[in-house]
T-cell receptor, first 115, second 117 residues
Framework: EAQVTQNPRYLITVTGKKLTVTCSQNMNHEYMSWYRQDPGLGLRQIYYSMNVEVTDKGDVPEGYKVSRKEKRNFPLILESPSPNQTSLYFC??????????????FGEGSRLTVL | AQKITQTQPGMFVQEKEAVTLDCTYDTSDPSYGLFWYKQPSSGEMIFLIYQGSYDQQNATEGRYSLNFQKARKSANLVISASQLGDSAMYFCAMREGRRGSARQLTFGSGTQLTVLP
C-alpha cells in the first residue's frame, strides 16, 4: 500500500528536550516536505527536499532541522523544542519533476505538545 | 499578499443540499495546480480534487466538483448532496510550477463545514 508514515503520532515533551519526528514514504517520490498546522493559519511549510541531500527552507524553518540521506526518509528534528512549536505536523511527498504541479501525499500527522 | 484566500471560516449546510466553498488564489505563474483537501476531526489530510491551470474542463470527482474560473482566479469547491460525513475542515491549496521554485503547496486558512441533519 502506497503511504507516508510518520512517527510518533502523538508526543508530549518538555522545553529543550531534543526530539525527532520520522517520515518515510514507499512511493519512490523525489519530493518531500514538512508542514505545521496551527488554528486559523492553515498549513505552513517548514522545510522541503527536492531529492537526496537537497533540502531547503520553507516559510517557517526557525527551530527545525531536516536531513535527507535516503530517498524514502525525511526526518524533522527539533533540537531544543519550545512551547511555540506545539502544533500538528504533517509530512508529505510527491513526484518532483520540474513542471510537476500534482498531488501531494500526506502522512497522518504528528501532534506535538511542548510543555 | 495572500496566495490562497478562503473567506468563509465556517459554513453550515442542510443534509442533501449542495454547498459551495470559496477559494481565490494569486499567482503570476502560468503553470499551477489547485487542490482541495478535507480534514475530518481525526486530523488526516484527505485529497479531494485537483485542477491544473491548463485543464480546459472543470474537475469532478464523484460528489465534488471544482468551479475553476481562471480569469477571476477562483477555484470554488462544490459538494453536491451533502452528507453528515462531509462535516470537516476544507483546505484550498495551490502548487506553482515556476522554474526553480520549491513546488511547495500553499494552503488557505480553511473553511469548517458543518452538515446539519
Amino acid at each position: 500500500e502506497a503511504q507516508v508514515t510518520q512517527n510518533p503520532r502523538y508526543l508530549i515533551t518538555v522545553t529543550g528536550k531534543k526530539l525527532t519526528v520520522t517520515c518515510s514514504q514507499n512511493m519512490n517520490h523525489e519530493y518531500m516536505s514538512w508542514y505545521r498546522q496551527d488554528p486559523g493559519l492553515g498549513l505552513r511549510q517548514i522545510y522541503y527536499s527536492m531529492n537526496v541531500e537537497v533540502t531547503d527552507k520553507g516559510d517557517v524553518p526557525e527551530g527545525y532541522k531536516v536531513s535527507r540521506k535516503e530517498k524514502r526518509n525525511f526526518p524533522l528534528i527539533l533540537e531544543s523544542p519550545s512551547p511555540n512549536q506545539t502544533s500538528l505536523y504533517f509530512c508529505a511527498s510527491s513526484f518532483g519533476g520540474r513542471a510537476y504541479t500534482g498531488e501531494l501525499f500526506f502522512g497522518e500527522g504528528s501532534r506535538l505538545t511542548v510543555l | 499578499a495572500q496566495k490562497i484566500t478562503q473567506t468563509q471560516p465556517g459554513m453550515f449546510v442542510q443534509e442533501k443540499e449542495a454547498v459551495t466553498l470559496d477559494c481565490t488564489y494569486d499567482t503570476s505563474d502560468p503553470s499551477y495546480g489547485l487542490f482541495w483537501y478535507k480534514q475530518p476531526s481525526s486530523g488526516e489530510m484527505i485529497f479531494l480534487i485537483y485542477q491544473g491551470s491548463y485543464d480546459q474542463q472543470n474537475a469532478t470527482e464523484g460528489r465534488y466538483s471544482l468551479n475553476f474560473q481562471k480569469a477571476r482566479k477562483s477555484a470554488n469547491l462544490v459538494i453536491s448532496a451533502s452528507q453528515l460525513g462531509d462535516s470537516a475542515m476544507y483546505f484550498c491549496a495551490m502548487r506553482e510550477g515556476r522554474r526553480g521554485s520549491a513546488r511547495q503547496l500553499t494552503f488557505g486558512s480553511g473553511t469548517q463545514l458543518t452538515v446539519l441533519p
